[in-house]
């Protein structure tokens, strides 16, 4: 048996979404800029996706760009934002997605843009107070680029009163919510927020397929040249397949985002209390109120063990597939920049469950009772 609880790196694909996008494998594969009937078809079924997404959002269609995923959709609102709308300061925080603060330092480099981060709480919540102070202390042209909901501590920002912040302050605001798009309701036409970033891997859709909401108004250009597509914003014929199962994907989210939210952040409390009843001394990498955390992250922080360096070897042998961090950083030898940042108990260790719809509560019990088993806990019945 494998029981899988990384759903913040990726999730299945949803059986709805694989059967709405195989006709566009296999009978409707026209290229959308073509001018017959495969074409049009093709093109017909994109601007239904966009519809659709736009919808969720109580967006207007053209304010919704197609990319290949959250990186480039983050880079893109970063780089038009400094490029094209004339920002000269980025606020941003510490424990961004590296595909923000990366970008953040190659703009800094490449642009000569001053950074400049905001404090973090003990739970890793920014300090808004900080941040209306940076505001304040200068009229250069600024984009607060801070994420939603943070991927690997769940810890989540409040979007509208930091687009308030922004909006008082002449700053213009991105958000990386590619954690959070599909798992929490958004309505643009209520946040004061210029981009928002979704990638359809987040919430049971196709990998390779994401969408950039830009705020009507804002006059960006591609990062990608070559072609006209998405409204001269992203050259590249559409991924077609990915846009159709990416917006049924989204559909379904909303359809049932209640229910699965309850479902979801139940398995979160019980995951917790059953490692509580095990360990002596384990702590909450985070908010430890659920009900105001993003509720499909769980990291929880372990007490010192002389097997940690092969912790997540030994549960993977197991059949346990849990994540250290970020997946996108796994490869690292220096540990996860989110966790560095809210501790310096290097000694500890640290692993994030994240979970979806699909989890249950018998795979969380063969859960806990590998996790004991690897860090041979013993549990009176």
């Known amino acids: 048996m494998r029981v899988y609880l990384d759903n913040a790196a990726t999730t299945p694909l949803a059986p709805e979404v694989l059967e709405a996008m195989m006709p ?3 009978e409707h594969f026209g ?6 009937s495969y074409g049009r078809e093709s093109r017909a079924a994109v601007e239904q996706a966009r519809k659709v997404i736009a919808g969720c959002l109580n967006a207007k269609t053209s304010e919704i760009i197609f990319t290949s995923g959250g990186t480039e959709s983050n880079n893109l609102a970063l780089v038009c934002s400094v490029r094209d709308l004339g920002v000269e300061r980025i606020i941003s925080s510490p424990i961004e997605h590296h595909c923000v603060l990366h970008t953040i330092d190659w703009l800094a480099d490449h642009h000569q843009i001053k950074v400049e981060y905001i404090n973090l709480k003990e739970d890793g919540s ?10 304040q202390e200068s009229n250069v042209k600024t984009l607060v680029s801070v994420m939603h909901g943070n991927n690997e501590i769940g810890v989540l920002c409040d979007l509208k009163k930091v687009g308030e912040l922004c909006e008082g302050n002449n700053a213009l605001f991105h958000s990386d919510t590619v954690q959070t798009m599909a798992h929490f309701p958004f309505d643009v036409e209520q946040l004061k927020v210029h981009f928002l970033t979704g990638s359809a891997h987040k919430f049971h859709g196709p990998k390779g397929i994401g969408f950039l909401y830009a705020k009507k108004g804002l006059s960006i250009k591609p990062i990608i040249h070559g072609g006209g597509q998405e409204r001269n914003k992203r050259a590249g014929t559409e991924n077609l397949y990915g846009i159709v199962g990416m ?3 989204m559909q379904l989210a909303y359809e049932h985002l209640e229910d699965d939210k309850a479902h979801i952040l139940e398995l979160k409390r019980y995951l917790f209390q059953h490692l509580s009843n095990g360990f002596q001394d384990i702590r909450v990498n985070g908010p430890e109120d659920f009900d105001n955390s993003l509720y499909t992250v769980l990291n929880i922080s372990f007490p010192p063990d002389p097997r940690g360096s092969l912790l997540l070897f030994n549960l993977d042998m197991e059949g346990l597939c849990v994540s ?7 490869g690292a030898s220096n540990g996860s920049h989110v966790i560095n940042a809210i501790s310096q108990e290097q000694d500890r260790v640290s692993i994030r469950f994240s979970f979806s719809k699909y989890n249950t509560k018998a795979e969380l019990d063969f859960a806990i009772e590998k996790i004991f088993k690897v860090f041979n806990v013993k549990v009176e019945c």
């Open 31 to 36: 290229n959308p800029s073509a001018q017959h």
């Open 324 to 330: 250290g961090g970020s997946a996108c950083t796994s």
């Open 247 to 249: 917006a049924k994907a």
């Open 126 to 135: 920014l300090d808004l107070e900080h941040l209306e102070s940076l505001l």
């Open 24 to 26: 566009y494998f296999r």
